[in-house]
Structures are given as structure tokens and as C-alpha cells.
């Protein structure tokens, strides 16, 4: 697909200096920019590579001058850096905007399907589901008996969606994702053996939240494990049964939260994180990666460590974490001075 400039500049509210029918067809960094292609240039210290690059368009800030000629058409906006992140944006909405459905796929006769919608190949949607509009379901996705998908959401290749599900609006699950599979429930019997404790609560995941590819969020054992509106889940995060995650927390990759956990508002947790069941963290927390979360968390602290405690006390013991071996020393040769010089005064 190709724009020419002045498309590009309508769309980002700019103006072209050069060629407006200048065409491009990809993007590209400024150092690597080559024939049809579009970047853009928002920190002065990449200036010098717009004198260089083969970019047929760059995207500049209104404030920037030229000090000599070049081949490359310009569009100045007022921010450079965000006018390429709504064309971004943009171009993104342009490429997935598939309609229609492929062949072959599944559709239970008692599924309801919003307008506008895209059902990609080998997709399954099974008994009861119901799929607001404008929803895409890309191919070889499984859609669970009664699950219900609000509208402008977008399920990407290879998800699978157990049943009784309820995901909401505007939200983004990508590929490998998996959602509503039991909880790891089970007790052992009196021959000390496990045995499965039925989960049949379910996943409500509500309006604007993103899942990462690989990501698992296990189905309650009663009620349900419940991701609020605006969470963001990087890839391969482990959520376990009954979770919830509060509203615009967001958690980074390899984190693992066991069952029962309750977390707050506006949270950041750093990647390969740990959190321990039946723990509450509070709003506005802030949990540094690799950290070890095993008892309650008040609003607004800075966690690191493993366990995790406070950033400001971890910070100063880690002085002496990293001064262990010369303090040994030290104490070693004070008992040996202690020692001599009692056997000195016997």
C-alpha cells in the first residue's frame, strides 16, 4: 500500500516541503533509510543522517532548518515524535482492517455475530458465543461455548478462549494467548495422590486491555479471575485462578501471580516477578523486576528484592550485601586481636 506525502501530511494536520506526490510504501529508521520509504527525525543528534538517508519522506518538528539541500521531501508538524506514532497508529488500523470471513471455519448455529466482523481460517466459535461489532478473530483461534466479546476487540492467530468467557470492549489478545483454562487446583487423597479440584468459575477481562502472545489467565474455581479495564500484560505472564488485577496495571513479561492475589490501580510490575496467593497489593505500587512478593503490599510503595522489601531500605543494605566478604574479614581479625590479647593478660 503507498501514500504520497500530502496524504501522510493530511492525515498527521502537517506541512509538505518538496515533492507532495512523493510516494512511499514501508517505514524505516533515518540511518537506514532507503528509496520509498518513510521515517522521521525528532532528536538533534541524528540531523546529520537527514543529509544521508535515501528515506523518499522524513517526518520533521516544525522548528527544524535546513543548513543545505536535500533529495528528501519533508513533512514539518509541530511534534515529530508523536505524529509518527499516530501514523503508526494509523498504519496499523489500515493493515488489520480485514472483513469478511475465510474459508473453511466453524460458526455454532446459536453464535450471534456482530456487523463488520472478520472470522480468519480454521476459527472455531462455538455454541452461544456472541461477538460485538468490528470484532476480528484471526485464524486458528478457539472460541469457547458462551463466551461473549465485546465490540472492536481484536483476537489474534492461535488464542484460545475457553468457554463462558466475557472479554470487553476495545481489547487486543495476541497470538498463543490462552484464556480460561482450570486453575491449579488440586488436594490429595489418603493415598497421597492429587486429584483435580473442579474449576468452574470463569474470565472477565473488561474494556481496552492488551494480552501479550503466550499469556495464560486461568478460569476461577468459583466467581472469577478478573482483569479491569485498561491493564496492559506483556508476553508470557502467568495469571492464576481467582487473580485480579485492578484497573491500568501494568506487568511485564515472565511475572507469575498465584491464585487469589489481588492487586490495585495503576500498579507497575517489572518483569519475572513473583507474587505469592492470597496477597493484596495496594494502589500505585511500584514492583521492581525480579522481585519476591510473598505478604501484603500498602498503597504507593517501591518494592524490590527477594522477599521484597522497601526500595529505600534494600538499597541501603544492599551496601552491605556487597561489602559481606571484607566485613567477614574484618571481624574475623578483630575475634583473632580479642582472643590474643586475653591470652596476653592471663
Known amino acids: 500500500m503507498k501514500f504520497t506525502a500530502q496524504q501522510i501530511a ?29 521515517t522521521f ?11 544521508t538517508t535515501n528515506a523518499s519522506i ?8 535546513l543548513e543545505k539541500e536535500i533529495q528528501t521531501t519533508l513533512i514539518k508538524v509541530d511534534n515529530a515524535y508523536k505524529s509518527f506514532s499516530k501514523l503508526l497508529e494509523f498504519y496499523n488500523e489500515v493493515k488489520n482492517n480485514k472483513t469478511g470471513r475465510e474459508q ?25 458465543v456472541k461477538l ?4 476480528k478473530i484471526y485464524p486458528n483461534s478457539y472460541i469457547g461455548d458462551n463466551t461473549v466479546i465485546g465490540n472492536n476487540t481484536v483476537i489474534f492467530s492461535g488464542v484460545k478462549i475457553y468457554s463462558e468467557t466475557q ?3 476495545y481489547c487486543k489478545i495476541h497470538s498463543g494467548a490462552i484464556i480460561g483454562a482450570d486453575g491449579f487446583g488440586f488436594a490429595p487423597d489418603e493415598n497421597g495422590a492429587y486429584k483435580a479440584i473442579p474449576q468452574i468459575g470463569n474470565v472477565i477481562i473488561e474494556d481496552h486491555v492488551d494480552i501479550g502472545s503466550a499469556s495464560t489467565i486461568d478460569r476461577a474455581t468459583l466467581g472469577s479471575t478478573i482483569i479491569r479495564k485498561g491493564v496492559k500484560l506483556d508476553n508470557q505472564i502467568q495469571i492464576a485462578h481467582n487473580v485480579e488485577v485492578g484497573e491500568h496495571t501494568v506487568i511485564a513479561s515472565q511475572t507469575g501471580v498465584a491464585g487469589s492475589t489481588k492487586i490495585g490501580k495503576n500498579c507497575m510490575i517489572g518483569g519475572q516477578v513473583g507474587i505469592a496467593g492470597h496477597v493484596k497489593i495496594g494502589n ?3 514492583v521492581l523486576a525480579q522481585a519476591g512478593i510473598s505478604k501484603n503490599i500498602k498503597d504507593n510503595e517501591i518494592i524490590n528484592g527477594t522477599p521484597a522489601f522497601k526500595v529505600q531500605d534494600f538499597n541501603k543494605s544492599y551496601v552491605y550485601f556487597k561489602n559481606l566478604p ?7 581479625q578483630l575475634e583473632k586481636d580479642i582472643r590474643l590479647k586475653q591470652k596476653n593478660n592471663e
Request: net charge negative; charged share 25%; hydrophobic share 35%.
Open 326 to 332: 571484607k566485613l567477614v574479614t574484618k571481624i574475623n
Open 58 to 65: 522524513a517526518i520533521v518538528n516544525n522548528s527544524f532548518v
Open 10 to 38: 493530511d492525515i498527521l494536520e502537517g506541512d509538505v516541503v518538496g515533492n507532495p506526490e512523493e510516494e512511499v510504501s514501508k517505514l524505516s529508521k533515518i540511518e537506514e533509510g532507503e528509496k520509498g520509504s518513510l
Open 41 to 51: 527525525l525528532s532528536n538533534p543528534k541524528y540531523n546529520a543522517y537527514l543529509y
Open 104 to 128: 473453511p471455519h466453524f460458526i455454532a448455529e446459536s453464535a450471534e455475530i456482530g456487523s463488520n466482523e472478520y472470522i480468519g481460517a480454521f476459527s472455531y466459535i462455538g455454541e452461544n
Open 284 to 286: 500505585n505500587v511500584k
Open 132 to 135: 460485538g461489532d468490528n470484532v
Open 167 to 169: 472479554i470487553g470492549a
